[in-house]
């Protein structure tokens, strides 16, 4: 093999891979990118075994082939190169040259061969979603996925595909995000299946403003297409929680309040939030709430907030951090939250989102 390539364009290849590239791989093959020529292209592709992405970027081939490298070693010396054109050569032994104006490097390679070769999607259906639509709805649930590995069935959303809704659900026992949207063209069959919170993030980080979003469904696997960067993952085997039983119904009076400067008060009672006295308490009267924190040996804060609500008084406590990650990700100026008890979830609802959370004892 023997390529030209703009300095930018290899870079920004590697950053695409190379998050899924385990440092600690029980293979040594694992720790490598594996770049190949490609009808007129230069293919990455990395892979951990659950996870494997590619991109295709533009490149000048004076000779095809294929070599793997040691991803980081690769990547850090990219990096330092000049802005310039770098040219790589394959040589005997699986020797690789680096050349970049006057710097050369050596490195070994590793044969493709050894390389573990991604799923391939043949004869499948294709399910279309704008870029968009797709990295919103992953920004308002992927973040109440759950961490813990002893709970692994909620370590990942939940997709749910009918005729032409689309619906991601995400829950980690003490809260649970639900976002569903219209798909442009219906689809033939029922999709469930759970995505693990690592393909979303990659998905997520890869997803534009713009274009379109091509999924592939496979027996436990799933690939998405993004702007020729290829995302494939496998699924998460078992039963998603039936996450319809817990929850309510809407609830009236609703109370509506300003998105940011619920969120920015929020943010302020966190200050004085600590590991072992977390919650926040928030006091619901005829419009107006107070939200308050009181930590032992670290302080007190409390601040007025107008609002619409004519209900009954309440106060109640949740964990400010459950709170925030939903704010910050709302688009609406206003949002309504539903308030019924001190032992109930709060809920916020808008048109396609749901998102829940538990009340924590102040």
């Not at 290899?10 to 440092?23: D, M, R, T």
């Not at 976002?179 to 393909?199: C, D, G, H, Q, S």
């Not at 403003?209 to 995302?231: A, H, P, R, S």
């Amino acid at each position: 093999m023997k390529i030209k390539i703009e300095k930018s364009d290899l870079l920004n290849g590697i950053q695409i891979v190379q998050n899924v590239v385990s440092l600690r791989a029980t293979l040594p093959i694992l720790s490598n990118i594996l770049i190949e020529t490609q009808a007129g292209d230069l293919r990455l592709i990395a892979t951990d075994l659950d996870i494997g992405i590619s991109c295709l970027i533009p490149v000048n081939i004076s000779e095809e082939g294929a070599i793997t490298l040691p991803a980081k070693r690769f990547s850090d010396i990219i990096k330092e190169l000049p802005d310039a054109p770098i040219e790589i050569e394959v040589k005997k032994n699986n020797q690789i040259e680096i050349e970049c104006e006057k710097c050369k490097f050596k490195l070994p390679g590793l044969p493709k061969d050894e390389f573990p070769k991604l799923p391939e999607f043949k004869d499948k259906e294709v399910i279309k979603i704008e870029q968009s639509i797709l990295k919103e709805m992953l920004d308002l649930t992927s973040f109440a996925v759950s961490r813990e590995e002893t709970r692994y069935i909620l370590n990942g959303i939940l997709l749910e595909i009918k005729e032409d809704l689309i619906r991601l659900v995400a829950t980690d026992g003490r809260r649970l995000a639900l976002r569903e949207n219209k798909l442009p063209i219906p689809f033939k069959k029922e999709v469930r299946v759970i995505i693990p919170i690592k393909a979303v993030q990659e998905i997520s980080r890869n997803l534009k403003q713009e274009g379109e979003v091509l999924m592939v469904m496979g027996t436990n696997q799933v690939m998405f297409d993004i702007n020729k960067t290829l995302i494939v993952s496998r699924l998460i085997e078992g039963e998603f929680p039936n996450y319809n039983q817990v929850i309510p119904k809407p609830a009236e009076p609703k109370i509506t309040i300003n998105k940011e400067s619920f969120l920015s008060a929020i943010r302020r009672a966190n200050l004085l939030s600590t590991p072992d006295f977390q919650a926040i308490k928030f006091e619901v009267f005829k419009n107006k709430m107070v939200i308050s924190k009181s930590t032992p040996d670290v302080g007190e804060s409390r601040e007025e907030l107008a609002i619409e609500y004519a209900g009954k008084e309440l106060i109640i406590g949740f964990n400010p951090h459950y709170l925030i990650d939903a704010l910050k990700n709302l688009r609406e100026e206003e949002v309504n939250l539903e308030l019924t008890d001190a032992d109930k979830p709060g809920v916020i609802r808008s048109e396609g989102y749901l998102y829940l959370v538990l009340p924590m004892r102040i």
